[in-house]
């Protein structure tokens, strides 16, 4: 069955540091992948996407992601976290099979330390 | 530019009272979801559709209905609320980057409609 898994539910790190979230998937073939952020009482806004080539990715707000077919990962890192990406962020998978549904993980939950 | 938009932001209801949620897009988008989101369980989709006059079910319809009439409307129904309802309704539309006969479906959201029912 298609799943996305986020293994961390909280993760608190200092601002300044660096930010690495988790992100594993299964599918059946190279899935769609896409990282959102909701900060509280927000919808979700997309921070980056990857359909196909390059396996890292540049998104928003200067966040990256790699996408890595042997480990079915698509982790979400930041060099230098600031006190404003408080926030939830979710990973999600989406159909190349044309049912354009996505699959959420269930979010990782941001504390960013003054 | 508005984008998403859902109307109400907020509503309580009484177990077995109705409502409707909307959600509006001015982005031309094809398809429409409604997804409700659960502390701990990330987005479910309850219902989606794929253009006007069509609605399919998600991950978990049971207890709500949807209308497409328009395009750029997408109506979420609650015809007998329960507790077990109260949660964070999102509503999404996307549009298709067609290429190498794949589509690439990109979602965007409106900004949420938080539902407690008692």
């Known amino acids: 069955a298609q799943s996305v898994t986020q293994p961390d539910i909280h993760i608190t790190v200092s601002e300044g540091a660096s930010l690495e979230l988790r992100c594993n998937y299964s599918?059946?073939?190279?899935?769609?992948l896409f990282w959102y952020v909701q900060s509280p009482g927000q919808g979700l806004q997309l921070l980056l996407k990857y359909f196909s080539g390059d396996t890292l990715v540049q998104g928003i707000k200067g966040f990256e992601a790699e996408f890595k077919r042997s480990q079915s990962s698509f982790n979400l890192r930041k060099p230098s976290v600031h006190w404003s990406d408080a926030a939830e962020y979710f990973c999600a998978v989406g159909s190349t099979s044309g049912t354009y549904k996505y699959i959420f993980g269930t979010g990782t939950r941001l504390k960013v330390l003054a | 530019n508005a984008g998403v938009t859902q109307t109400p932001k907020f509503r309580v209801l009484k177990t077995g009272q109705s409502m409707t949620l909307l959600c509006a897009q001015d982005?031309?988008?094809?398809?429409m979801y409604w997804y409700r989101q659960d502390p701990g369980m990330g987005l479910r989709l309850i219902h989606y559709s794929v253009g006007e006059g069509t609605t399919a079910k998600g991950e978990v319809p049971d207890g709500y209905n949807v209308s497409r009439l328009k395009k750029q409307n997408f109506l979420l129904g609650l015809e007998s609320a329960a507790p077990s309802q109260t949660s964070v309704y999102f509503c999404?539309?996307?549009?298709?980057?067609?290429?190498?006969?794949?589509?690439?479906?990109?979602?965007?959201f409106g900004a949420g409609t938080r539902l407690s029912v008692l």
């Open positions: 982005m031309n988008h094809e398809y």
């Open positions: 999404a539309s996307s549009y298709f980057i067609y290429g190498t006969g794949m589509s690439k479906n990109i979602q965007y």
């Open positions: 599918y059946g073939a190279t899935p769609y």
